[in-house]
């Protein structure tokens, strides 16, 4: 079983940053697919920002040019810098991470890590 701790979240004012961090229990660098995701208060979990295979970066609309999601394969960790904060931006934010497992490709998820920004 794959663990994957996530910290960084808090309470910021509108207009600041945070970075959030998210650390693997095992090697991240052949991962299939490993970032982050959101859920506000009574809303669906949404992707946020996640590396796919080949290393390549897909961000949620909302996000690009604010957040920028980055790696360090040696500490099994994966940051989300996040800029420019708006109130929108409140939510818990859960590190993924896919993963092969024998021959199958295995999901895992951390325990969620508040933000909360305000206006």
């Known amino acids: 079983q794959v663990q994957l701790v996530e910290s960084g979240g808090g309470l910021m004012q509108a207009g600041g940053s945070l970075r959030l961090s998210c650390t693997a229990s095992?090697?991240?660098?052949?991962?299939?697919?490993m970032g982050w995701y959101r859920q506000a208060p009574g809303k669906q979990r949404e992707l946020v920002a996640v590396?796919?295979?080949?290393?390549?970066?897909n961000y949620a609309d909302s996000v690009v040019g604010r957040f920028t999601i980055s790696r360090d394969n040696a500490k099994n960790t994966v940051y989300l810098q996040m800029n420019s904060l708006k109130p929108e931006d409140t939510g818990v934010y859960y590190c993924y991470a896919a993963m092969a497992s024998g021959v199958s490709i295995v999901s895992h998820w951390g325990q969620g890590t508040q933000v909360t920004v305000s206006s």
């Open positions: 095992r090697s991240i660098f052949s991962i299939n697919a």
């Open positions: 590396f796919t295979s080949g290393s390549r970066t």
